[in-house]
């Protein structure tokens, strides 16, 4: 399901559509007894650090399908994905090196 390059990890998922979209994986973090990933496509990682930004991420939480396989689902709960969204902004804001110069 994972592929690691140089330490980022890659995803390979699957849209209601079927169509295969692959996306790298930015944050994960545990809440209670849910595991959430946050994660951009992976194109989008590119164009980001080629433009030296950032862009938006999506927020999946990690299940356990009928066969027992780990799978990951949106978060559909507006409550749920904010309070997730919320910990991933502030992890993410905390990464940022500001230079200060003086």
């Given amino acids: 399901m994972n592929e690691k390059e140089n330490e980022r ?13 692959e996306f790298e994986k930015i944050g ?8 959430y990933f946050a994660m951009i496509p992976a194109d989008s990682a590119e164009k980001a650090e080629a433009d030296g930004g950032f862009c ?4 999946l ?3 356990k399908d009928e066969d027992g396989e780990d799978t990951l689902v949106t978060v ?4 749920e994905f904010d309070n997730v969204a919320d910990v991933f902004d502030d992890m993410f804001s905390e990464e940022i090196d500001y230079d200060v110069k003086g």
């Avoid at 390979?12 to 169509?19: F, M, S």
């Avoid at 559909?76 to 409550?79: Q, V």
């Fill in 56 to 59: 938006e991420y999506v927020v």
């Fill in 61 to 63: 939480r990690l299940e």
């Fill in 28 to 35: 994960e973090v545990t809440l209670g007894e849910n595991t």
């Fill in 76 to 79: 559909d709960d507006d409550d």
């Fill in 9 to 21: 990890e890659f995803f390979t998922l699957v849209d209601e559509d079927g169509t295969e979209i």
